[in-house]
């Protein structure tokens, strides 16, 4: 009888493992810098870098918006995010078309986006979530100043995905041109999706050790 309810137990567990995969879940997080970002003319932004310290967990998936971006020449403006663990991409450089940002607009940087930042001739690039996108000459023609690592440069967020977030995230702003300037109004933000174990693995554990302390008592 006992050896039934064993492999009753057996049977279960793995069935529970089996749905606990399946149902995982994930949280997203928000941290931001609400501080204004000035975008100098044909020079690194003030402050540059704009940070953002976090603690310790698990990141599948990091996106980022900037919000209330204006500027005179969209492609003039570099954008580059520096991860605690030397990780490097660019978000935008040398698209974002020509005519000038006088509303401002916010903007989501996803790997998951339809599109890239949209490059216009006619008309103004308008708040929408995009790929990170870059369109500047070869390196090391889309080098940032330092303090910015030097490229190359990642153009896929995926790059930060299975690190740990821990430590100081840092965002480069460069205007690569004489004639304009800009402004970042609001700050940025990061977007940190975490694995959150679903609430059947706490049942699979539960049944893991049931089946552990009758295999003890049959010894």
């Known amino acids: 009888m006992r050896k039934n309810i064993l492999a009753f137990i057996n049977i279960l567990l793995l069935a529970c493992l089996y749905v606990t995969v399946q149902d995982a879940q994930a949280t997203t997080f928000t941290f931001s810098n609400p501080a204004p970002i000035t975008i100098n003319d044909n020079a690194s932004a003030t402050p540059y870098p704009s940070t953002i310290t976090l603690g310790s967990f698990g990141a599948l998936d990091v996106n980022v918006i900037v919000t209330g971006l204006t500027h005179g020449f969209p492609e003039d403006i570099g954008i580059l995010l520096v991860g605690p663990g030397g990780q490097k991409v660019v978000l935008m450089n040398n698209t974002g078309g020509i005519n000038p940002i ?8 996803d790997d998951q986006a339809a599109t890239s930042v949209p490059n216009p001739i006619f008309g103004t690039l308008a708040s929408g979530t995009y790929k990170p996108t870059n369109l500047a000459p070869a390196c090391p023609g889309n080098s940032f100043n330092p303090p910015a690592p030097a490229c ?20 480069y702003v460069e205007d690569f041109a004489a004639g304009d300037s800009g402004l970042i109004n609001g700050g940025w933000t990061l977007l940190v999706t975490t694995p959150e174990p679903a609430s059947l693995l706490l049942l699979g554990l539960g049944l893991f050790t049931m089946t552990a302390w009758l295999r003890r008592r049959e010894q």
């Open 102 to 109: 006088t509303v401002p607009i916010n903007i989501t940087f």
């Open 152 to 171: 190359p440069y990642g153009t896929s967020l995926s790059a930060f995905n299975g690190n740990s977030p821990a430590g100081v995230w840092s965002l």
